[in-house]
């Protein structure tokens, strides 16, 4: 048999299996009928509704030590602007609340191709938004326009449906490192109906990682209201 044919013979079962990368969200075809793109669209508000709202580490932290306790906030912004979901996002370590380790804007949308895009931004001084994540939806970030924020090119998240959750991460090595002398950094997520995994790895210039976590990501738990 031809390699060319065993190769697709192989794909065609990994496919049957259900075998594809837990995390996969590459290219592919968009919804092929109007039945295909109402449901993708119903997704997409499933989705908003996944990922909004407050999330603890606490549970992973207090049973292995070498993740933290962090606390993680992801707030509707601009509901009038329909073309696209906006969220303000918060992250901080359990106690230091008030100095968050991280703020961000993601802007998530379905593209043609069927996959949804969370793009992300960063705030013009972003001290002045510490806690607008409790603020009434009207007053969250009121003072800033999506114009006047700053996209991390290379930093997208793309992701796809997969049974009872969305997957997937960053392409290439586009996203600048943050922390521990990383050169480019890389973002693998996991939207589910109760709890958001991330994982985040940086790399050096020769591939070698250098900060995040070795093995799983961080279990960011739902926490109910």
Sequence with gaps: ????????????????????????????????????????????????????????????????????????????IWPAMSAAHWFYVEQAAAGREKTPERQRVYRLSLRDDGRYEIAVFTLPVPVRFVGAWSAPIEQRLAQVTPDSLLQSEGCTVWLRKQRDQFAGGTEGKG???????????????????????????????????????????????????
């Design 1 to 76: 048999m031809r390699p060319l044919r065993v190769a697709a013979l192989v794909a065609i079962v990994i496919v049957g299996l259900g075998l594809a990368p837990a995390f996969s969200a590459g290219p592919g075809a968009a919804p092929a009928s109007p039945a295909g793109a109402r449901q993708a669209a119903k997704d997409l508000t499933l989705l908003h509704a996944w990922l909004e709202g407050s999330f603890s580490s606490r549970t992973q932290a207090s049973r292995d030590s070498s993740y933290r306790d962090l606390r993680l906030h992801v707030a509707a």
């Design 175 to 225: 996203c600048s490192g943050e922390r521990g002398g990383a050169t480019y950094a890389m973002t693998e997520l996991q939207v589910r109906p109760d709890r958001l995994i991330l994982l985040e790895r940086g790399w050096d210039a020769s591939g070698k990682p250098v900060s995040g976590a070795k093995q799983d990501g961080i279990e960011f738990v739902r926490v109910v209201p």
